[in-house]
């Protein structure tokens, strides 16, 4: 089991930067790849980034590359986006997940393990 905790939410202006951090704990957090998705109001969720079990390889939805940057502290079991250039697109509920395996996915159903979310909220 692993327990996934989101944190660095909030309002933030058009054209500001945020950094969403997830702590892990339960299991040995470096066997696990690592995905942020985002569900805006009324929308389904969507992938947004991921990350390798190492580190070495990411991955990142269209609407974010440039833009967002995932990166992981093993030694911290933490995870953490940064979000730059924020747009009020990407206003959303922002989760993090858990895989068990080395490789980065985009497909929601790869994830066995979900946190709560943080409310990410960008005002024009």
């Known amino acids: 089991q692993v327990q996934l905790v989101e944190s660095g939410g909030g309002l933030v202006q058009a054209g500001g930067s945020l950094r969403l951090s997830c702590a892990a704990s339960?299991?040995?957090?470096?066997?696990?790849?690592m995905g942020w998705f985002r569900q805006a109001p009324e929308k389904e969720r969507e992938f947004v980034a991921a990350?390798?079990?190492?580190?070495?390889?990411?991955l990142y939805a269209d609407s974010v590359k440039g833009r967002f940057t995932i990166s992981r502290d093993n030694a911290q079991n933490t995870v953490y986006v940064q979000m730059n250039s924020l747009t009020p697109e990407d206003t959303a509920v922002y989760y993090c997940?858990?895989?068990?395996?080395?490789?980065?996915?985009?497909?929601?159903?790869?994830?066995?393990?979900w946190g709560q979310g943080t409310q990410v909220t960008v005002s024009s």
């Open positions: 990350i390798s079990s190492s580190g070495r390889g990411t």
């Open positions: 339960g299991r040995t957090f470096s066997n696990y790849a």
């Open positions: 997940a858990a895989r068990s395996g080395a490789m980065p996915l985009s497909h929601q159903s790869d994830y066995g393990y």
